[in-house]
């Protein structure tokens, strides 16, 4: 099972539908469910994707120095891939994690799904609640 915040998902299908036709491609993280303000009903250790880091982000330092700012080392456990064309499935072409969300038109709660790395669909969860508030 596979759990995201309601917000993450809809941010998702809404940065998906704003990219249309271009695919849109985004690193997720997970935050682990015990330390919510408010847990959802989940074992504490229960990872649930809460973030995304854009793909634009740090895109000139990226392009001068050739360091990837918009995601930090190691942060990501999963990605989110959005198929314009309306596959939802996972391709050769993504880029894969060990968990890979895939959005389809027409980019709502229907149309988005969970894959693992082999290509496996794994059942996806919205999770009603928010996650604790980060600072920089």
């Given amino acids: 099972m596979v759990y995201a915040t309601r917000g993450t998902v809809e941010a998702l299908l809404e940065l998906a539908a ?18 919510f303000p408010d847990p959802p009903d989940l074992p504490p250790q229960t990872p649930v994707f809460t973030h995304f880091y854009l793909p634009d982000a740090g895109e000139s330092v990226s392009a001068v120095f050739g360091v990837d700012l918009s995601t930090p080392l190691g942060q990501t456990q999963g990605r989110f891939v959005s198929h314009p064309q309306g596959d939802l499935d996972v391709s050769r072409e993504d880029d894969l994690h060990d968990v890979v969300l895939v959005a389809v038109p027409p980019w709502d709660e229907a149309s988005i799904a969970a894959f693992g790395r082999d290509g496996r669909r794994l059942d996806l969860s919205i999770v009603e609640a928010h996650p604790p508030d980060e600072g920089l």
């Fill in 18 to 35: 704003d990219a249309e036709p271009r695919q849109v491609t985004v690193g997720l993280s997970v935050t682990r469910a015990g330390t």
